[in-house]
């Protein structure tokens, strides 16, 4: 087993993470990416300047993978943590998620409603982006050799 330092606030951390794991010549059987913050008091900010929820759950994890692929094994799985929170229908009791761009989530315009709304909306939209990431990966990798 091998244990590195890594921080998703930064995406310095996650190069640094990457080019760390490139000197193990290690294969990675299984990468998941297992990311859950939410701040329902203020919106904060990843060190990069992104806002944090988007930049923690979703970004830095989904930066991460692709830096990763070239140290995949051929037969490797590639998981994505999510939550029913991306689906209103599931009537979790967070707000439903809230896509219009990229831009918009990683730099959000100040809004009216209360904060405790925004943050649980946030982390229900990084949770989709996860989804929707997923199944473009899969799709992208499909019929590719990793080796």
Do not use: W
């Amino acid at each position: 087993m091998i244990c590195l330092p890594l921080d998703l606030e930064s995406l310095q951390s996650v190069r640094e993470f990457k080019e760390h794991f490139g000197k193990t010549n290690t294969k990675i059987s299984t990468l998941i990416n297992n990311a859950g913050l939410q701040n329902v008091d203020k919106t904060k900010y990843t060190k990069e300047g992104f806002e944090q929820t988007f930049g923690v759950n979703h970004l830095a994890p989904f930066y991460l993978t692709l830096l990763l692929i070239p140290y995949l094994a051929e037969d490797a799985s590639i998981t994505f943590t999510a939550s029913g929170t991306h689906d209103p229908y599931q009537k979790s009791g967070m707000p439903a998620p809230e896509f219009k761009d990229a831009k918009l989530l990683a730099y959000p315009l100040e809004t009216d409603e209360k904060q405790i709304k925004v943050g649980q909306r946030r982390y229900a939209t990084s949770k989709l982006c996860n989804i929707m990431t997923t199944y473009e990966l899969q799709r992208r990798l499909a019929n590719t050799k990793l080796e």
